[in-house]
């Protein structure tokens, strides 16, 4: 049985549940990992003479592949557990670090960097940890109460910030200046290193989980489903969440992954100046997740997090043209801000509202259309950026986020979570939309008051 933190606790008492402050550890040592990959490995592969469009089929690649492995992963969590994938998938990594700190061959680089994700979740951001984040997300739900589950991602979330300082801070110390692709390997070979080091640490943290049953509602009902089978009770919001993601993740794929290397470009600044970077965004925003759970309860989880994806949307477009390092640094810290805000609440949604036996095949599947064509947009803007301009994609994602946040409060505004509702007496507006079915196996878990 799982141990579950007291609906009305403190944030330090939702740490103190065992699995939760495990994950907290694990995902502070991944975000590191994540975070010095992230500046490391696009200017690497930069120094080696890889160029906008060659990066842009090497992201192809390992978008497809996180694509693969994270529905796999959802779909297997049921069955295999989630602790599994949170030992290996970091394991992974760990080995692809140690490569990328020995080889310059290109395939291996390709191969390895598709098996640990290089390239997604780069820049200032360490949010995305892999492709076990399904299986995460399902361990995180069921270790605490549902009206702590906010708090719960906004902690994390956290995690993901102090791993990302923690990584950028030890980038911007190791780093270097140009130098020549013959020296290249030995120059990284410090930072991919600890890299690896970090990833081989989250692992072995996962070790000392616990396996949490899933939380079926009616264990009788879904002993006889399959491991591939559809997450049938939470369809109607798995068909909502494929347009409102696939939208996004056109727009993230397009300057996501380029963060890095369009500073590298657009501004000649070097590792030393983009950790230096990334650590002031980092120490600026480190407390923005945890600002999440109060400003959702005063204005709806879905009213603040669709204003914060305009804002995200809007930004880019400043961004973009920005003259100069430092200005382009302040507009990009803005937007970090309101990405760290909006991100546990976007994830503590989708896990609130699908059914139980199914949260972790919701959590993958809701994202494998904006991977596959996060998986493509890439190579548009490595085009772009060697051929057309620094700007256009940037711009064009701009367009792109911003419609995907009409889109979401479109989809999701009568819809609220099952502790919202209980905030207000009962009050739902699902009868306006009778497509939207009440997430019950949530509101009995609810309480009415505090």
């Known amino acids: 049985m799982t141990t579950k933190a007291a609906s009305s606790g403190s944030w330090l008492e939702v740490l103190r549940t065992k699995d939760l402050s495990l994950i907290f550890t694990a995902r502070v040592a991944m975000s590191v ?15 080696l003479g890889f160029n906008g469009f060659e990066l842009g089929i090497l992201y192809l690649v390992v978008a497809l592949v996180a694509a693969g492995m994270s529905s796999g992963i959802g779909f297997a969590t049921n069955k295999v557990g989630a602790k599994s994938f949170m030992v290996i998938v970091p394991a992974l990594v760990a080995i692809a670090g140690v490569v990328y700190a020995f080889s310059s061959t290109t395939a291996i680089l390709f191969i390895f960097a598709a098996l640990a994700s290089f390239g997604r979740g780069a820049g200032a951001g360490a949010g995305m940890v892999g492709p076990y984040q399904p299986a995460e997300s399902q361990l995180i739900v069921n270790s605490i109460s549902p009206t702590n589950r906010n708090r719960a991602f906004s902690l994390v979330s956290l995690a993901s910030t102090v791993g990302a ?9 190791s780093g270097h200046e140009h130098v020549l692709r013959a020296a290249a390997v030995s120059v990284f070979r410090p930072s991919m290193l600890i890299a690896s080091f970090a990833a081989l640490l989250a692992s072995v943290i996962a070790l ?28 109607w919001l798995l068909y909502r969440l494929w347009v409102t993601n696939t939208l996004n993740g056109a727009a993230v794929g397009m300057f996501g992954p380029f963060v890095t290397y369009w500073l590298y470009i657009r501004y000649h600044a070097n590792e030393v100046t983009i950790g230096e970077l990334y650590l002031l965004v980092n120490i600026i925003t480190l407390g923005s997740g945890l600002i999440a759970p109060r400003v959702a309860q005063h204005f709806g989880t879905i009213r603040i997090t669709s204003w914060l994806r305009i804002a995200q949307g809007l930004l880019l477009i400043p961004l973009a043209l920005s003259p100069t390092f430092v200005i382009a640094g302040i507009i990009y810290t803005i937007r970090m801000f309101a990405q760290r805000v909006a991100l546990p609440l976007r994830q503590s949604y989708v896990l609130a509202m699908a059914d139980p036996s199914e949260q972790a ?57 099952p502790e ?15 497509t939207i079915p009440p997430p019950t196996h949530l509101e009995e878990e609810a309480p009415t008051s505090q």
């Open 33 to 47: 990992s994540r975070a010095i990959a992230g500046i490391a490995v696009p200017l690497y592969l930069a120094t």
């Open 165 to 173: 300082l923690i990584g950028t801070g030890l980038a911007a110390l």
């Open 208 to 235: 000392f989980l616990s396996s949490h049953p899933v939380q079926a509602k009616h264990p009788s009902e879904h002993k006889q489903e399959k491991v591939f089978s559809f997450p049938e009770r939470s369809r």
């Open 361 to 417: 095949r919701v959590a993958a599947l809701s994202n494998l259309p904006s991977q596959i064509v996060m998986a493509i947009s890439p190579t548009l803007t490595g085009y772009l950026l060697d051929d057309v301009s620094l700007s256009i994609p940037f711009e064009i994602a701009s367009v792109i986020q911003t419609v995907s946040a009409f889109a979401y409060y479109f989809f999701f505004h009568n819809a609220a979570p």
């Open 420 to 434: 919202e509702i209980a905030r207000q007496g009962g009050a739902d507006h699902r009868d306006e939309d009778k």
